[in-house]
């Protein structure tokens, strides 16, 4: 089955820099990238998502890209504000079967 | 209107109960989940429902049985409850396909004491 692993584990950045966070998947037949935002006490949020017919996506502040043939995908925040604070998930599925997640990057923006 | 909404938010049980946690998700998707985070974040599925069908189950104990009386409920009964059973528990909704976004509840945190 798929395995999706993220990294970092824990990221900090100063408010204003940029955050990158990585993932990479094993199953070739993924072809569906979504990215969630979970903030404290709450259940992950959709903030981007990206699919195998396209190379990058951008909205705003937020950009994925996705490399097919290394099975790697990021997500870019630029112009951090302490509100991106929060634990993000990377995640992988062919459509036929659930999401499986990353384990998870908790970005910290310090003001 | 809240999309998947599930019941209670906290849960607190003594060791050996039998609990439930409710889902349900107005938005017409045929397919529904539960998820387990556990104390480092990590999202794990365990049940994977479709049109009230079970889809999928992963290697979850035979304790936690889940229900769904129609495609807008998937409830989730444990019975015997253990200390490691304490976890967020997310329900979440998706679309037939899967490859469109998946919307989550708000966590049910159950602490077993």
């Known amino acids: 089955g798929e395995n999706v692993e993220q990294h970092p584990s824990t990221l900090s950045v100063q408010e204003g820099d940029s955050a990158v966070i990585k993932c990479t998947y094993s199953?070739?037949?993924?072809?569906?990238f979504p990215w969630y935002k979970q903030e404290l006490g709450k259940g992950p949020q959709l903030i981007i998502d990206?699919?195998?017919?396209?190379g990058e996506k951008k909205d705003q502040r937020i950009a994925v890209t996705l490399n097919k043939t290394a099975k790697h995908f990021s997500l870019h925040i630029t112009e951090t504000q302490p509100e991106d604070s929060a634990v993000y998930f990377c995640?992988?599925?062919?459509?036929?079967?659930?999401?499986?997640f990353g384990k998870g990057t908790r970005l910290s923006v310090i003001a | 209107d809240t999309a998947v909404s599930q019941t209670p938010k906290y849960l607190v049980t003594q060791m050996g109960n039998d609990k439930s946690i409710k889902c349900e998700q107005n938005?017409?998707?045929?397919?529904m989940y539960w998820y387990k985070q556990d104390s480092k974040k990590f999202l794990k599925i365990m049940f994977s429902?479709?049109?009230?069908?079970?889809?999928i189950n992963e290697t979850v104990p035979n304790r936690f049985s889940p229900k769904s009386p129609d495609k807008a409920h998937l409830n989730l009964h444990i019975n015997s409850l253990e200390l490691g059973d304490s976890a967020v528990y997310f329900c979440?909704?998706?679309?037939?396909?899967?490859?469109?976004?998946?919307?989550f509840g708000q966590g049910t945190r159950l602490t077993v004491v």
């Open positions: 429902y479709n049109n009230k069908e079970l889809i």
């Open positions: 990206i699919r195998s017919n396209v």
């Open positions: 979440a909704s998706t679309s037939a396909s899967g490859k469109t976004e998946a919307f």
């Open positions: 199953d070739s037949a993924s072809n569906y």
């Open positions: 938005l017409g998707h045929d397919t």
């Open positions: 995640a992988a599925t062919s459509g036929n079967t659930p999401l499986v």
